[in-house]
């Protein structure tokens, strides 16, 4: 009966003893797990960047919260297809701001374009990047683009005389707003590129979306 009692006296501490160094083990693990949940818990959560329109499709979030969306690109007169890219991130630290970049391509058939007193169908093509930059205000929210465009002309009937430019490197400019009221949602945006043979993809788009 002593040993027995002895025995069981010796479980207890023994216990006590490896519980000790389970912790001891454990603990640098804790502080791993807690500083991982820490970071993740960083991880920025990005609304739609308010450049961005409602037919974009969101592509891909990556991991430090930039936004990649993609959509088709059609003018109003039928003209002109093509797609738009943009990828924008929110800084964590300034939620109200977006920052961003877009990039666009533009297939033009058969643009009438007046050149002086003379009428000319063109073809053109252009590739265009440009910076973003937007801030929330409330519901409103504003923003406005720069960048640059390559592009290409090709007149469908050869007027060596007319002068027009038929290739070259223009600048894009633009701004925009974006608004929410209750369940309304509008756009507003104004682009140019600055080159007289693209007046045609000159836009101003106004939009108004309604969800039921």
């Known amino acids: 009966m002593i040993r027995l009692l002895e ?3 010796m479980k ?3 216990s006590a003893a490896a519980m000790a160094v389970m912790l001891a083990m454990l603990s640098p693990l804790a502080l791993a797990s807690d500083e991982a949940k820490t970071t993740l818990g960083l991880t920025p959560v990005v609304d739609d960047p308010v450049y961005a ?5 969101r592509l891909v979030q990556l991991d430090n919260g930039v936004v990649v969306q993609g959509a088709d690109v059609m003018t109003p007169d039928g003209y002109t ?4 890219l943009t990828a924008g991130y929110s800084p964590y630290r300034l939620p109200r701001f977006d920052l961003g970049a877009e990039l666009t391509y533009r297939a033009s058939d058969e643009v009438p374009l007046t050149l002086g007193s003379e009428n000319l169908l ?3 093509t252009s590739i265009g990047g440009s910076l973003v930059a937007g ?3 409330g519901r409103l929210g504003l923003y406005a683009k720069t960048g640059v465009a390559e592009w290409d002309g090709d007149t469908l009937e050869r007027h060596e005389d007319s002068g027009l430019a038929t290739a070259g490197t223009s600048r894009i400019q633009g701004f925009g707003a974006h608004f929410d009221l209750s369940r309304v949602t509008g756009r507003l945006e104004f682009e140019e ?3 007289p043979s693209m007046e045609h993809l000159n836009l101003i ?3 108004l979306h309604i969800p039921f």
């Open 81 to 84: 297809s093509g797609f738009r």
């Open 12 to 14: 207890p501490s023994a």
């Open 122 to 124: 063109m073809n053109t």
């Open 135 to 137: 801030v929330r205000l």
């Open 53 to 57: 329109g409602e037919d974009m499709a």
């Open 7 to 9: 025995v069981r006296d």
């Open 205 to 207: 788009t106004a939009s």
């Open 193 to 195: 590129i600055d080159a």
